[in-house]
C-alpha cells in the first residue's frame, strides 16, 4: 500500500485518511491540534478497533461522531493516555509499564505540561485500562495485532495490512531522541522496520509513512548523534541542528532532546 493511496474525508477540524486493504481499512485521524495528533482506526467487518485518542475535546466529540455507525471493539492506549472522556465504554488495552508511563511516569508529565499549557480546551483525563496485555499476538474484535513492549509502552505490528505503529517517525521533522544510546535504539529499530519490509510506518504524530521516510528519519538521528559530539552545550548544538535542518518542524522536540543530550 502507498502511504499516498488513500481517499480523504474533510471534518470540520480535522481530515481522515482513508486506506482501503479490500477486507480492511484504515482510518488515519489527522487531528490538526496543537500538537499534531494522530489517531488510527482499524476497521474489519464494521467492527473497530482504535490506536491512541484524541486528546482535545473539539476532536473527541468529531472523531466519536465520525465513528457512530462502527462497532468499537477495544482502544489500544499506548503513549498518548490523555482523553479519557472519548469512548468512556470502550474496553481499554494497555501494557503494564505504558499505564505506569501515563499515570506517574514520563507521559504523566507530558500530560501535565500540555494541561498547564492549552488549558481547558486539553482533557487531561487518564484512560483507564480494563485488559492488561503482554508482548506477543492479540486478537481484539477479530482483527490481528502483535504487541512489541518498549521501554516507556508499546509498539503495535498490524499484519493483516502489514504496517506497524510506534509513537514518533517524522521524516522532516523534529523528534524527542534521549540521548546517544535512545538515538541507537531508534536507528535499531528503524532498521528492523526496514529488514521486515513494513507498507506502512503509523505513528502519532505524522501521517502514515513507509521504508524510505524510516530511512531518512536514520540518517537523521545519525547526524544528530555527530553534531553533538562536536558541540559544548545544548544552545550550540540546537543552533548547529537548525543550521542542518532549517524546515523542519517540531521545533519544541529539538529543544528536549537537547535537554537530554546536554543535561
Given amino acids: 500500500m502507498n502511504k499516498n493511496t488513500y481517499t480523504s474525508v474533510k471534518l470540520t477540524k480535522g481530515e481522515m485518511n482513508v486506506y482501503d486493504f479490500g477486507t480492511i481499512r484504515l482510518h488515519a485521524y489527522k487531528t490538526n491540534d496543537l500538537i499534531d495528533d494522530e489517531v488510527f482506526v482499524v476497521e474489519k467487518?464494521?467492527?473497530?478497533?482504535i490506536i491512541e485518542s484524541p486528546c482535545f475535546f473539539d476532536n473527541i466529540q468529531e472523531l466519536a461522531e465520525y465513528l457512530q455507525d462502527l462497532e468499537i471493539a477495544g482502544i489500544l492506549v499506548a503513549y498518548h493516555g490523555a482523553g479519557a472522556t472519548f469512548m468512556p465504554e470502550a474496553p481499554k488495552y494497555a501494557t503494564a509499564n505504558a499505564v505506569e508511563y501515563s499515570q506517574n511516569g514520563g507521559g504523566k508529565a507530558l500530560i501535565?505540561?500540555?494541561t498547564a499549557a492549552f488549558g481547558d480546551s486539553f482533557d487531561s483525563s487518564v484512560h483507564q485500562i480494563t485488559n492488561i496485555i503482554g508482548e506477543g499476538p492479540i486478537t481484539i474484535g477479530g482483527i490481528n495485532f502483535i504487541?512489541?513492549?518498549t521501554a516507556e509502552a508499546f509498539d503495535i505490528e498490524i499484519?493483516?495490512?502489514n504496517a506497524v505503529y510506534t509513537h514518533m517517525l517524522g521524516h522532516d521533522c523534529h523528534s524527542i531522541v534521549a540521548g546517544a544510546a535512545h538515538a541507537d535504539a531508534?536507528?535499531?529499530q528503524l532498521e528492523g522496520y526496514i529488514a521486515k519490509g513494513y507498507d506502512l510506518i503509523l505513528t502519532s504524530h505524522y501521517t502514515p509513512e513507509d521504508l524510505k521516510d524510516a530511512a531518512v528519519k536514520i540518517a537523521y538521528i545519525q547526524e544528530l548523534k555527530k553534531i553533538a559530539a562536536g558541540c559544548a552545550n545544548a544552545d550550540e548544538f540546537k543552533t548547529a541542528v537548525r543550521q542542518q535542518y532549517p524546515n523542519y518542524s517540531g521545533d519544541n522536540y529539538l529543544d528536549m532532546t537537547a535537554g537530554f543530550f546536554f543535561a
Avoid: K, L, S, T
Avoid at 45 to 49: E, K, P, Y
Fill in 45 to 49: 467487518d464494521g467492527v473497530a478497533v
Fill in 112 to 114: 501535565d505540561n500540555f
Fill in 147 to 149: 504487541i512489541h513492549q
Fill in 159 to 161: 499484519p493483516e495490512i
Fill in 186 to 188: 531508534i536507528i535499531d
